[in-house]
């Protein structure tokens, strides 16, 4: 059984472009998370998705964005990018649960992003 | 909001010492708490969890922490460290009434010598 896996490894761009990373949830889960890991930084959440909608978000500008297609995988979308973007992004499922419960959450290997 | 702290940014151990990693948290009511480690290239592997009941809970790898509610703690402890402990290690605090969020200290670099 695949964990959770991301793609590309690594990447990297120049200020102003933008970028997709893509995520891959552990079979049978069905709620995305995605978390910025900055050097040195603890991972910061960006968003949830859950029903292809995002129901949760952490404190980051409108240029991220997301998606979740029907068959529970999801991309982040980068506008802009900015040197400080520059990162380990993390993605994580989950089996959703009623809210106040707290399903595991697995984690990918998180892509790693570079903005020049 | 809630936050959580880690004191240490680095941990130095010898390799069959104890260890404890220190981790302090906000919050304003009993949180779900967890501890994870992480790898160079790898993702985040989770430890062990505490939602509520024992205060000492055990988790993989021969891991424990306790959560002390006067002090705002949850502190990870293992009797004797192996050579593939070192890793960087993180505290996240769950939301109660939230859909999962986690919020995650700025971690400890554990190091292990000979």
């Known amino acids: 059984d695949a964990g959770v896996t991301q793609s590309p490894t690594h990447l990297i761009k120049t200020r102003g472009q933008q970028v997709t990373l893509r995520c891959s949830p552990k079979s049978g889960h069905d709620t995305v998370s995605w978390y910025q890991q900055a050097l040195g930084q603890g991972p910061q959440f960006i968003f949830q998705?859950?029903?292809?909608?995002?129901?949760q978000r952490g404190n980051f500008p409108d240029r991220f964005s997301g998606h979740q297609f029907p068959n529970y995988s999801s991309e982040l979308n980068v506008n802009a990018l900015l040197l400080g973007d520059s990162a380990l992004y993390l993605c994580?499922?989950?089996?959703?649960?009623?809210?106040?419960?707290?399903?595991?959450?697995?984690f990918g290997p998180g892509t790693r992003l570079t903005v020049l | 909001a809630q936050s959580v702290t880690q004191p240490d940014i680095h941990i130095t151990v010898s390799e069959g010492a104890s260890l404890e990693l220190r981790c302090n948290y906000s919050?304003?009511?009993?949180?779900?708490l967890f501890w994870y480690v992480q790898s160079p290239g790898q993702g985040l592997q989770l430890l062990l969890k505490y939602f509520s009941g024992d205060t000492l809970v055990q988790g993989i790898k021969g891991f424990e922490a306790e959560f002390k509610r006067s002090q705002s703690s949850f502190n990870l402890r293992k009797p004797s460290v192996h050579w593939s402990d070192a890793a960087e290690y993180f505290c996240?605090?769950?939301?109660?009434?939230?859909?999962?969020?986690?919020?995650f200290g700025t971690g400890t670099r554990l190091l292990v010598s000979p």
């Open positions: 994580a499922s989950t089996l959703n649960g009623l809210a106040g419960s707290h399903n595991e959450q697995f």
């Open positions: 996240a605090v769950g939301e109660v009434t939230g859909f999962q969020k986690l919020v």
């Open positions: 919050y304003g009511a009993t949180p779900y």
């Open positions: 998705y859950y029903e292809e909608e995002e129901r």
